[in-house]
Nanobody, 125 residues
Framework: QLQLVESGGGVVQAGGSLRLSCAASGRNFSSHNMGWFRQGPGHERETVATIDWSGDSPYYADSVKGRFAISRVNAQNTVYVHLQMNSLKPEETAVYYC????????????????WGQGTQVTVSS
């Protein structure tokens, strides 16, 4: 059964840190691009960070560069993708989603095919 399961969300004060994790299984996700996306209240979904199958040359949205770090571990039947988030800001309160994409890399969220259910991140001021 194909599934992407996010964890690690919660409530944190502004300036704090959280580490999100995603476990992707049920398909050969080791050859897929993996990414983290978020959607805040009243906002369109946006790309936060993506990483290709090799883990080289990750992409970051300008707003998170220098504060967030994406990484992945390609285990035998499951791919784990992590997002370390530091110096969090209240405006980054959102549901964070893990997603997977075959083929070429893309920062356009609407091109990503496989999605998790999301995990809530709330940054209090």
């Amino acid at each position: 059964q194909l599934q992407l399961v996010e964890s690690g969300g919660g409530v944190v004060q502004a300036g704090g840190s959280l580490r999100l994790s995603c476990a992707a299984s049920g398909r050969n996700f080791s050859s897929h691009n993996m990414g983290w996306f978020r959607q805040g209240p009243g906002h369109e979904r946006e790309t936060v960070a993506t990483i290709d199958w090799s883990g080289d040359s990750p992409y970051y949205a300008d707003s998170v560069k220098g504060r967030f770090a994406i990484s992945r571990v390609n285990a035998q039947n499951t791919v784990y993708v992590h997002l370390q988030m530091n110096s969090l800001k209240p405006e980054e309160t959102a549901v964070y989603y893990c997603a997977a994409k075959e083929g070429s890399k893309s920062s356009a969220y609407y091109l990503w095919r496989y999605w998790g259910q999301g995990t809530q991140v709330t940054v209090s001021s």
